[in-house]
């Protein structure tokens, strides 16, 4: 090591603290003073100071409360209009006995239909099969 270019190193050095805490430790500098330190710092007290430059920290504060304001207005509109959705959910209709009768006689009708062309697919099937058969003689 070189001599005489390393600053001298006091091991017993007062840092005076603005909140008037005392910590002694070792540095280069005789003297030393901050404006916090542990006792005094919020992080480590838990307290909140704020340091408000031109009530920016209202104005926030302001900004919040009206937003907190408007997220209460929607909701209840969000409630509303499911109330309005429940009062409005369809209700089934009674239906006149006359289109009941037109429904039923028209499915009647289409089952009718339905079973003749089975039955004619039947005969045609039978027809054919018979004339496909060779005769034993």
Do not use: G, I, W
């Given at each position: 090591m070189k001599t005489d270019i390393h600053p001298?190193?006091?091991s017993q050095v007062k840092i005076a603290c603005s909140c008037g805490n005392v910590i002694v430790a070792g540095s280069t500098q005789e003297k030393m003073a901050t404006e916090?330190?542990?006792k005094c710092h919020p992080f480590y007290t838990g307290q909140?100071?704020?340091v408000d430059t031109a009530g920016r920290v209202?104005?926030?504060k302001e900004r919040a409360a009206k937003f907190e304001e408007k997220k209460d207005e929607l909701k209840k509109r969000e409630e509303?209009?499911?109330?309005?959705?429940?009062?409005k959910e369809y209700k089934e209709k009674e239906v006149p006995a006359e289109v009941l009768r037109k429904a039923?006689?028209?499915t009647k009708q289409k089952?009718?239909?339905l079973k003749e062309a089975e039955r004619l697919a039947k005969k045609t099937t039978k027809k054919t099969t018979k004339k496909s058969e060779?005769?034993?003689k």
């Open positions: 001298t190193y006091h916090m330190c542990s909140q100071k704020l209202d104005k926030f509303e209009k499911l109330e309005k959705r429940k009062a039923l006689e028209e089952e009718v239909a060779p005769k034993n």
